[in-house]
Structures are given as structure tokens and as C-alpha cells.
């Protein structure tokens, strides 16, 4: 009788221990992703505090103020600005000042107004090489919008900040690296607008196979560069 029921026991035991692992080895069916080049705020927070421990240690100090204000997670989950409900929306559905985030309050820290974000400097009406990262690939389009020169970066970004179209669009565009990767990521081709100064370049990822969306900020000034990021 006692060993029926230790029998019993070790083997519910055992079920309920292999049910526990599979649980955790469960990966949600998700992508995941932002621009790096020119690079989000969350993607280049994370390459200015990487260290060589593994650590987030912001030298950049609008970083270092939105680590202070949303801690490290966000940067350690830079390719993570989403929202699951996004289906692609945009004005009405973030609300102004939170489009820096997506409207994902983890994030929020990366809405502060401030003009010391990393910046990427580019040469206007020019031909770029975009880079967004596939930390999880799926089929889906990415839009490119830019502010007005109206825009002050001592402002929360609002929608009436931005042109009201995209100025460059593109759908499924190739992949290169490995997925899940810091080095993968979705390439392509396309002309900058025609700006001079300091900008944001604001993207919108709308995947085709779900509703989830992903928002972006590019801090981005117009000076004749070719890349560089400061």
C-alpha cells in the first residue's frame, strides 16, 4: 500500500516536472525589432552603455537620464517598442508625447524631450543604406516619416510634428546575419528626405501576419554625414 503510494507520488512528481520545463521552454511567437541604422534611441542607449561586463553603464547623457527614470531592462530589450494591438495605427492610437514609446510605458523614459540623444548625422536628398533589426523576422511593412521643420527637440514628439505621409515605404525587404542576433537585421535602399538640421526620422513596422506594430524614434541631423552617429 505505502509503495503504491510512493509510486504514485514520484510520478505525478515526474509529470509535473516535465510539464515545468516545457513551460519554460516555451518561446512566444513574436517579432521583435528596431532601426539601427539610423539608430532608435533604444539601439543606440544600448551600444553607448554596453560594456565589456555586460553591463548598462549610459555615457550619453540623455541615456543616462532615461536609465535613471525606466532602469536598464528597456536597453537590455532595445528591439522590443511594440504594441501587440498596433495593427499598423498611428495617429489617434498613440497618444502625442508617447510616440517615442510606442505607448508601451516601459519605454517611456526614451519620450523625454531633449536634444543631447545620440544623433546620427546625414546628408539630405541622399541615398541611404537602412538597417532594422529581425531579432524575430516576420512579413510585414516598414514606414519612414520625418519631423516638419516647425519641430523643436525641447519637445515631447507629437503627431502634428511629423509630415503627415511617409517619404519612404517598403514592404518584405532581405534579410541579412542570423535572426536573433545584434549583428541581423532587414536591408534596403532609398533617399533620405530633403531637411536640413536636427529631426526625427520616425518608423512604423506593421507586421502582415498579426496586429502587432513597432514605433521608433531616430534622433538624426542633417549636416552633410554619412552615418555617423555622436
Known sequence: MKSGRKSALFGGAAVLSAL????????????HGAMMKPG??????????HSSTGQII??????????????????????????????GRTVGFIPDG????????????YNLARNDWPVTHLTAGSNFNWWYSNWAA????????????SWSPTR????????SSPFLSVTNPPQSGSVGSES??????????????????????ARSDS?????????????????QVS
Open 184 to 205: 541581423g537585421h532587414y536591408y534596403w535602399s532609398g533617399n533620405l528626405p530633403s531637411k536640413s538640421g536636427r529631426h526625427i526620422i520616425y518608423s512604423v513596422w
Open 40 to 49: 532608435s534611441r533604444t539601439y543606440l542607449c544600448y551600444i553607448d552603455g
Open 98 to 109: 508617447q510616440l517615442c514609446s510606442g505607448g508601451n510605458s516601459t519605454f517611456s523614459a
Open 20 to 31: 515545468f520545463m516545457l513551460l519554460l521552454n516555451v518561446t512566444p511567437a513574436v517579432a
Open 211 to 227: 496586429q502587432e506594430t513597432f514605433y521608433g524614434c531616430s534622433d538624426v541631423v542633417f549636416d552633410g554625414g554619412n552615418g
Open 156 to 163: 515631447a514628439l507629437a503627431w502634428s510634428d511629423l509630415e
Open 58 to 87: 549610459p555615457q550619453n547623457p540623455a541615456c543616462g537620464a532615461a536609465v535613471s527614470q525606466g532602469g536598464t531592462n528597456p536597453l537590455y530589450n532595445w528591439f522590443s517598442v511594440l504594441r501587440s494591438d498596433g495593427a
Open 138 to 149: 516576420h512579413p510585414g511593412t516598414f514606414r519612414m516619416y520625418v519631423t516638419k521643420d
